[in-house]
């Protein structure tokens, strides 16, 4: 009798592992599954903003109107940034000392774009070495041009990540993409192209229109 229970509660408590088992494995299943689809979310919400901002909406483009800056209030070395079109846009204020570096031989030999050759990354009247209307004034959508990242702005500090021969710009910390202070892209980085210069204009020296250009430009 005591064989006969002693056999059944061995009997038990492998049905009962058994059973754990297959929990566990259904919540394993259950949790994988769940993981896969939230990752897929995950890189769906990551990557609209990026694709939204380069194929807007008919909507977006007819609401995403002319912005006005008063370039009076930035401080030399100093950025601010805006929206336009659903994209954040710097507007650097470049010091003589930023303007001096971007002359420097050693600088461009290491730019992919030094003279902006890639038409679409800006229009005609930043077709040149400073990529701007008034040298002073830099106007570049703030998105990497790899993966749609905002890169950080670091206009002199060096650190390890950036080189010893970093001479201030933008370091998009994602895949270590680097742009110089005229939004240049640096050789072998991912990014492929320099930042977009965004169509702009001034209505007088201290006011500029992001989203809008015109043969009456003023610098």
């Not at 100093?78 to 929206?83: A, D």
């Not at 000392?97 to 890639?118: F, G, R, W, Y």
């Not at 209307?133 to 749609?148: F, K, M, R, S």
């Amino acid at each position: 009798m005591s064989e006969l229970l002693e056999t059944s509660s061995v009997r038990a408590a492998d049905l009962e592992q058994t059973t754990l088992i297959k929990s566990a494995s259904s919540r394993r299943r259950f949790l994988t599954a769940t993981t896969a689809v939230v990752g897929m979310v995950g890189a769906t919400v990551a990557t609209w903003p990026f694709l939204a901002s380069w194929k807007p909406s008919d909507r977006a483009k007819v609401i995403g109107g002319p912005v006005l800056i008063d370039v009076s209030v930035i401080e030399p070395g100093s950025q601010i940034m805006v929206t336009w079109q659903g994209k954040p846009v710097w507007v650097l204020r470049r010091t003589s000392e930023m303007l001096d570096k971007l002359t420097h031989q050693h600088l461009i030999d290491d730019l992919a774009d030094p003279n902006s050759e890639v038409a679409s990354q800006q229009p005609s009247y930043a077709q040149n070495p400073l990529r701007s209307i008034n040298p002073e004034i830099l106007v570049v959508v703030a998105l990497c041009t790899h993966l749609g990242c905002v890169p950080l702005y670091r206009p002199g500090a060096l650190t390890e990540t950036q080189g010893d021969e970093w001479m201030g710009g933008y370091y998009c910390p994602c895949h270590k993409s680097k742009f110089d202070l005229a939004g240049r892209v640096y050789k072998s980085v991912p990014a492929p192209t320099n930042l977009i210069v965004p169509p702009y204009q001034y209505l007088d020296v201290n006011t500029l229109v992001i989203g809008a250009d015109n043969a009456s430009r003023a610098a």
